[in-house]
């Protein structure tokens, strides 16, 4: 396993943008695949994005294709989420993933803590 931290949620109006990181450490990075997930009050957690290790092939949730972007830094150990556009229902906690990058279906077996990403309107 891999230990995550998320950095980077926060308040902001709709319209906006704000950058999630999530900093890795433990087993080379490059074998994992990473993924955002989030969980808005009440609701289920759902996948927001993933970003396989290599080639980092990346899948978006229909709600969010053409306004988040996710990357990775093998190097460094992180992952990014960049999220552009925001809409108050983006309203949630995000949690950054990781499972090893193995066959077609990942699984989730890290996970960081989660930060707070509210979207005002």
């Known amino acids: 396993q891999v230990q995550l931290v998320e950095s980077g949620g926060g308040l902001v109006q709709a319209g906006g943008s704000l950058r999630l990181s999530c900093t890795a450490s433990g087993r080379p990075f490059s074998w994992y695949a990473m993924g955002w997930f989030r969980q808005a009050p009440g609701k289920e957690r759902e996948l927001v994005a993933t970003i396989r290790g290599s080639p980092s092939n990346t899948v978006y949730a229909n709600s969010v294709k053409g306004r988040f972007t996710i990357s990775r830094d093998n190097a460094k150990k992180m992952v990014y989420l960049q999220m552009n556009s925001l809409k108050p229902e983006d309203t949630a906690v995000y949690y950054c993933?990781?499972?090893?990058?193995?066959?077609?279906?990942?699984?989730?077996?890290?996970w960081g803590q989660g930060t707070q990403v509210t979207v005002s309107s």
């Open positions: 993933a990781a499972g090893p990058d193995i066959g077609s279906s990942i699984s989730w077996g890290s």
